[in-house]
Every structure is written in structure tokens, then in C-alpha cells.
């Protein structure tokens, strides 16, 4: 029979991955801290719960998505928290984005209560979500991996399994990494392309099929010459997640220029109050400096 599963974070990544978890069949408990987002969900046919030890108590493998790594110690650690509901043999599956050592410091105070534990952080979007097309990075134990297969293929697409526990944190913090220097990238060349009196389709045309090419390029790039801001992911979970880099960096003793120089870029826009607006604005750090503005005809 297949294994009850909880789940405990509604917001805009867990309603669409609880949503896949019914649709694929399972028994699904749902908890979250503002009660009026378990409703659509319990209307779908989820059972709602008293809090994460109550959804602890009721699954056997229990799925936490929430914000930062503060959050993810009290719905696992803290007052009615997960450890105090969950079974023996039970599963923890963390798949919010937090620190790898905080992941591994979980791990080990599940572990005492004979609880399993697996990262596993995601990358897709809300579009990834509620599609169930998830990009999913694995870390902890074979078995368990293979244990939560199921679960995983319901919300997600690519499935890697990459190493031990705090793995597939370390993973998505490299993704981190190469999305922002990426960006940081773009928006240096497409600044660069204004002050040049370039046309900006017609500069993206001739560089985006090239070596220079990359998936922020080719989706971003237009995006920042029509100057849509919208976000695919906001500066403030993206300024997070640099914040989470910058820390583990410390931790192992290596520098990370280009990262720091990003978080400090987006620090200025979260100061103008721009930390909803999509990470592509980036560029509008730059266009601060250099007194110049994509778009803008020169000479005006
Ligand atoms: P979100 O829409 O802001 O939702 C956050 C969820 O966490 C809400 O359900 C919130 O409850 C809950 N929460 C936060 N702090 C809590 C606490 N202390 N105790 C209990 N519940 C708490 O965020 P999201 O976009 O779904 O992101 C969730 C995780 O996925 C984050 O780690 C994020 O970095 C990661 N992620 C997001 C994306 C994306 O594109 N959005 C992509 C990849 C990864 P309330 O409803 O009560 O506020």
C-alpha cells in the first residue's frame, strides 16, 4: 500500500506540489500557519491537520516546504513540531531552501528519535509547482531516496540524487551561484549594448545561439530590453538564497566574489524598495551607476 504523506508549507511552491501529490493518488494531510490556504486543498480532497507534529503523527512520510531555514527548525524541532508527532521509521523531507550545515544539524537531532531525513531543495518555479515538472535535488541515504521515488516523481521531473544529506542543498546553492553571475552577466552586456547605440533585439538575436548563449540570456535578456520586470523568482528569495551561498562559503573557507558582488547589487534595489520585482532587474543596479538606462534613446 502505498505510504501516507504529509505535507506542511501552502504557499506558492506546496499548493501546487500538495495539488500533484492528490492528483497522483496519495493519502495527503496538509498543515499550514495561515489555516485559509488548506482550504482549496482539503476541497480537493486533503485532510487538514492541528499542526506539523499532528501531520507527523498521521504520515509516513512527512514534506516540509517553507521559507528560510528559522522556519524549517520550528516546524521540524520546535513547539509541536514534526519530531514530537513523528513515528519511528518515519521520513522527513525538507524541500525548502536553507542552509546545508542547518540541514545536516536536523538531520542528526532526527536521527536520534530514529527519524530519516532527506533535503530535497527544488528549482522549476511556480509554473514548475503546479505543473509537476519540478527540477529536484536529492541528498541523504539511498534507500530513503529510493523510499520517497514515488512521492518525488509526482511533483517533480528530473530527480538527483546527489549525495549525502546537505547535498541537495549544496547543489541548489551552485545553481545559485551560476543563475545570478549569469545575470550579473547579462546585465553588464546589455548596459554595455545601450551605451553602444546597439539595437537590443537585433544584439540578442546575434549572441543568444552562440557561446555566450544561456537560459537567462534567452529568457531574461528580452525581458530586460522590453523592461518587464515581472518576476519568475523576486529579488527577495533570490537575495536569500546569495545570503545562504555567502554563509556556507564562509563556513568552508572559500571566497565567492562574484556572489557577494550580486548580493550587494540587489541590496540597493530591496533599498529602493524593488525586492518583488523579478532578479533579472538586476540590471537596474548597474543602470544606476552608470547614469544610463536600457531603452533609452541616446542623445535624449
Ligand atoms: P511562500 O509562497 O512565501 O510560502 C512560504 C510558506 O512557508 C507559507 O506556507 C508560509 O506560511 C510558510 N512559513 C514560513 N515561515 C513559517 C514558519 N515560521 N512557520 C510555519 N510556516 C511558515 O514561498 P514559496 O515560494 O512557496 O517558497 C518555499 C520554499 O521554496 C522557499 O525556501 C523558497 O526559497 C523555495 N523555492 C521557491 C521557488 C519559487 O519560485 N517561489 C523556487 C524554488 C525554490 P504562511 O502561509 O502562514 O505565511
Same mark, same amino acid.
Given at each position: 500500500m502505498a505510504e501516507t504523506v504529509g505535507f506542511i508549507g501552502l504557499g506558492i511552491m506546496g499548493q501546487g506540489m500538495a495539488r500533484n501529490l492528490l492528483q497522483a493518488g496519495f493519502d495527503v494531510t496538509v498543515w499550514n500557519?495561515?489555516?485559509?490556504?488548506m482550504e482549496p486543498l482539503v476541497a480537493d480532497g486533503a485532510k487538514a491537520a492541528e499542526s506539523p507534529a499532528d501531520v507527523a503523527a498521521r504520515s509516513d512520510i512527512i514534506i516540509t516546504c517553507v521559507s528560510d531555514t528559522p522556519d524549517v527548525e520550528e516546524v521540524i524541532?520546535?513547539?509541536?513540531?514534526v519530531i514530537y508527532g513523528a513515528r519511528e521509521g518515519s521520513l522527513v523531507v525538507d524541500m525548502s531552501t536553507i542552509s546545508p550545515q542547518a540541514t545536516r544539524d536536523i538531520a542528526a537531532q532526527l536521527a536520534e528519535k530514529g527519524l530519516h531525513m532527506l533535503d530535497a531543495p527544488i528549482s522549476g518555479g511556480s509554473e514548475g509547482a503546479a505543473n509537476g515538472t519540478l527540477s529536484i535535488m536529492v541528498g541523504g541515504d539511498a534507500a530513503q531516496v529510493q523510499r520517497a521515488m514515488p512521492v518525488f516523481e509526482a511533483m517533480g521531473k528530473t530527480i538527483t540524487?546527489?549525495?549525502?544529506?546537505g547535498a541537495g542543498q549544496t547543489v541548489k546553492l551552485v545553481n545559485q551561484i551560476l543563475v545570478v553571475i549569469n545575470m550579473l552577466g547579462v546585465s553588464e552586456a546589455l548596459l554595455f549594448a545601450q551605451a553602444g547605440g546597439l539595437d537590443m533585439r537585433t544584439t540578442l538575436d546575434a549572441v543568444t545561439? @552562440?557561446?555566450? %548563449?544561456s537560459w537567462m540570456l534567452s529568457n531574461r535578456g528580452p525581458q530586460v530590453a522590453q523592461r518587464?520586470?515581472?518576476?519568475?523568482?523576486t529579488i527577495d528569495l533570490q537575495q536569500k538564497d546569495l545570503r545562504l551561498v555567502l554563509e556556507a562559503a564562509d563556513q568552508m573557507g572559500i571566497p565567492a566574489l562574484g556572489t557577494a558582488t550580486v548580493f550587494n547589487l540587489y541590496r540597493t534595489l530591496q533599498s529602493q524598495?524593488? @525586492?518583488?520585482? %523579478?532578479?533579472?532587474?538586476?540590471?537596474k543596479a548597474l543602470e544606476n551607476l552608470a547614469g544610463l538606462k536600457i531603452g533609452e534613446v541616446p542623445g535624449t
Amino acid at each position: 500500500m502505498a505510504e501516507t504523506v504529509g505535507f506542511i508549507g501552502l504557499g506558492i511552491m506546496g499548493q501546487g506540489m500538495a495539488r500533484n501529490l492528490l492528483q497522483a493518488g496519495f493519502d495527503v494531510t496538509v498543515w499550514n500557519r495561515t489555516a485559509a490556504k488548506m482550504e482549496p486543498l482539503v476541497a480537493d480532497g486533503a485532510k487538514a491537520a492541528e499542526s506539523p507534529a499532528d501531520v507527523a503523527a498521521r504520515s509516513d512520510i512527512i514534506i516540509t516546504c517553507v521559507s528560510d531555514t528559522p522556519d524549517v527548525e520550528e516546524v521540524i524541532l520546535g513547539e509541536d513540531g514534526v519530531i514530537y508527532g513523528a513515528r519511528e521509521g518515519s521520513l522527513v523531507v525538507d524541500m525548502s531552501t536553507i542552509s546545508p550545515q542547518a540541514t545536516r544539524d536536523i538531520a542528526a537531532q532526527l536521527a536520534e528519535k530514529g527519524l530519516h531525513m532527506l533535503d530535497a531543495p527544488i528549482s522549476g518555479g511556480s509554473e514548475g509547482a503546479a505543473n509537476g515538472t519540478l527540477s529536484i535535488m536529492v541528498g541523504g541515504d539511498a534507500a530513503q531516496v529510493q523510499r520517497a521515488m514515488p512521492v518525488f516523481e509526482a511533483m517533480g521531473k528530473t530527480i538527483t540524487h546527489v549525495g549525502p544529506v546537505g547535498a541537495g542543498q549544496t547543489v541548489k546553492l551552485v545553481n545559485q551561484i551560476l543563475v545570478v553571475i549569469n545575470m550579473l552577466g547579462v546585465s553588464e552586456a546589455l548596459l554595455f549594448a545601450q551605451a553602444g547605440g546597439l539595437d537590443m533585439r537585433t544584439t540578442l538575436d546575434a549572441v543568444t545561439q @552562440g557561446a555566450a %548563449g544561456s537560459w537567462m540570456l534567452s529568457n531574461r535578456g528580452p525581458q530586460v530590453a522590453q523592461r518587464d520586470w515581472r518576476p519568475g523568482f523576486t529579488i527577495d528569495l533570490q537575495q536569500k538564497d546569495l545570503r545562504l551561498v555567502l554563509e556556507a562559503a564562509d563556513q568552508m573557507g572559500i571566497p565567492a566574489l562574484g556572489t557577494a558582488t550580486v548580493f550587494n547589487l540587489y541590496r540597493t534595489l530591496q533599498s529602493q524598495g524593488l @525586492g518583488e520585482e %523579478g532578479n533579472h532587474a538586476l540590471v537596474k543596479a548597474l543602470e544606476n551607476l552608470a547614469g544610463l538606462k536600457i531603452g533609452e534613446v541616446p542623445g535624449t
